[in-house]
């Protein structure tokens, strides 16, 4: 049977000019309340790999 695909949570904190990415975690919790520490220009991205297909 596959493994089911895990969701990983980027954190990212807007630096004039680009993004930065300031976390990357599997906890959604941990990137939540990373990103209420750090205030403003934050954005927190949520990526779903999809199953590989046979």
């Known amino acids: 049977m596959p493994d089911k695909p895990v969701t990983t949570y980027v ?3 807007f630096e004039k000019p680009h993004w930065r990415t300031m976390l990357t975690t599997k ?3 941990k990137a939540l309340a990373m990103a209420k520490e750090i205030g ?3 954005r927190v991205e949520t990526i779903t790999p999809k199953p590989k297909r046979r």
Do not use: G, H, T
């Open 40 to 42: 403003d220009k934050v």
């Open 11 to 13: 954190v990212s904190v």
């Open 27 to 29: 906890d959604k919790d």
